[in-house]
């Protein structure tokens, strides 16, 4: 059976795309890699620490601190994340946008793969995101793949199980997989607030998934329970 | 006019680059980039800042730490550089080989070129080069032009002077282009040595290329002038 690896940021996607690797190669196939790439909200890796913890896989670290030295956008640096407008017309990217972050985070999790006789990477991009990061879309990652299979001569394949499903759908999927227990120690927030925001454009995405596929979001149960128990 | 960054490791077929692109963009249109990735030998970076002195462009260093944690290769950890062998059906990387090196260069290199609206990216490989690292050729670096259009919704163009010509035409290329001066202070020792070593397989590469070229290589004569000063 070939091995997989899981790119895991701890966020709702990264999480069932990590148990849909387990489903698919079986449980002793999958491993995990995060990246320490400057995020402001430390609490990424956290959550992906103890997502892997969970599922019982492997998660690596990897530093990378190049786009803090790149600079200029509102994931590394202290800028205040925009929220959305309803001008769905607008061709201006958000400025949460770390130019090529998918394309790196991907080449570093091949040459990673490469050095562990991993042939498959698994991530948890979807197109139909609205944030429209070009760098999340079907025919950028399909591209990335062929450059990745010449560049190291490898076999690699890129999964995007998430890549034109709903957010619905994807609490589905994760519902159907048991990602449950995991997915009520995820963090999405923008504002990497816990309790999550529930304002900002991360947090509203996630909450209208959960609402749309009729489930209680189990991060949200798990802070109302703390919250009872403090009180 | 359009503006080009250059990728300058400091080394010869680099430095010829950055005059080319000199020629073809404009001196006011150039600059440089270069990373400091964990090489083994810092001298590289010296050299580069050093030849963008001379040549009189800006020199950006980025730090990349990431190789050095996935480790396991000649250039960042403490590994011995293989010599060739005369096997050439060997199918074998050599020891040098990072998975990706390249791929991560440029693509960092147009993170930051769509941060500062540049829209050529120029980079010194080479398939005749004799280590057949698959990130040097021409299909690869085709296949990452597209996968960075894509996922950075750019212009981006990846120029590659070098790719097609022997290292005997890079001579007599730099020579065209009046990167002497320049080519005196380049590094390309895979020892690190200063004067370089010219055993490695990168000095006789070099060598060779000068000797073909008929041209006596500035390194060498300025090394040499400089030892006589001490005697």
């Not at 139909?128 to 760098?135: F, R």
Request: charge should be negative; aromatic fraction near 8%.
């Amino acid at each position: 059976m070939s091995k997989a690896l899981v790119v895991l940021s701890g966020g709702q996607d990264s999480t069932t795309c990590l148990y849909w690797a387990i489903n698919e190669f079986g449980h002793e196939n999958v491993s995990s890699l995060s990246f320490d790439y400057g995020q402001r909200h430390k609490i990424e890796l956290e959550s992906a620490k103890k997502v892997a913890e969970i599922a019982a896989v492997a998660n690596e670290i990897l530093p990378i601190n190049t786009f803090t030295a790149l600079g200029g956008n509102a994931l590394t640096d202290d800028i205040n994340v925009e929220q959305s407008s309803d001008d769905s017309d607008s061709n201006q990217l958000p400025n949460t946008f770390v130019p090529g972050r998918n394309l790196i985070f991907l080449t570093f999790a091949a040459a990673y793969a490469y050095t562990h006789s991993i042939d498959n990477l698994v991530i948890g991009v979807a197109q139909t995101d609205y944030s429209g990061y070009p760098d999340c879309r079907e025919n950028t990652l399909n591209s990335l793949e062929q450059t990745l299979r010449l560049g190291m001569e490898s076999h690699i394949t890129i999964h995007t199980p998430l890549m034109n499903i709903s957010k619905a759908d994807t609490v589905e999927m994760a519902v159907k997989l048991g990602a449950m227990d995991a997915m009520a120690y995820t963090h999405t927030c923008y504002n990497g607030a816990q309790p999550p925001c529930q304002k900002c454009d991360a947090c509203t995405l996630r909450a209208k998934g959960f609402a749309e596929a009729d489930v209680a979001d189990p991060l949200i149960e798990r802070c109302k329970f703390f919250r009872n128990l403090q009180k």
